[in-house]
């Protein structure tokens, strides 16, 4: 887990995930979209500040009533706490693969074309 407060020993760390995440999680519905993204669905009877049981790292997205959350204030293990509105609210949590990820697999790919092609030329 993204802990932020390093002063938090394995039990307070464990503690949090239990408070924030394995006891709320029957609060929400969960899916799991085509794209890969997990959607959370709840109800509120008022608006109010909210921690959702989901994790954060550096290059997840949050989409919460249809706004993409940018500055987002966490949970000292990476909890997005958010505004719910009245009514029904819906959070899309993905993860965005970032480019160098992308060129290394390609680079990988290349690596791997060139070195059968080198082996086989040898080989004649």
């Known amino acids: 887990m993204p802990v932020t407060n390093k002063k938090l020993n394995p039990n307070d760390v464990r503690d949090l995930y239990e ?27 008022k608006k109010e500040k909210i921690t959702l049981p989901l994790i954060m790292y550096q290059q997840s997205e949050l989409i919460v009533n249809g706004k993409r959350l940018t500055h987002l204030q966490k949970t000292e293990i990476g909890n997005p706490v958010v505004q719910s509105k009245i009514g029904v609210n819906n959070a899309i949590l993905s993860f965005r693969v970032p480019l160098w990820f992308n060129l290394l697999i390609v680079v990988n790919f290349a690596s791997w074309i060139l070195f059968i092609a080198t082996f086989c030329f040898k080989r004649k």
């Not at 408070?19 to 969960?30: G, S």
């Open 19 to 45: 408070k924030f995440i394995k006891d709320d999680y029957i609060k929400y519905q969960h899916r799991v979209l085509k794209n890969g993204s997990l959607e959370l669905k709840w109800n509120s009877s």
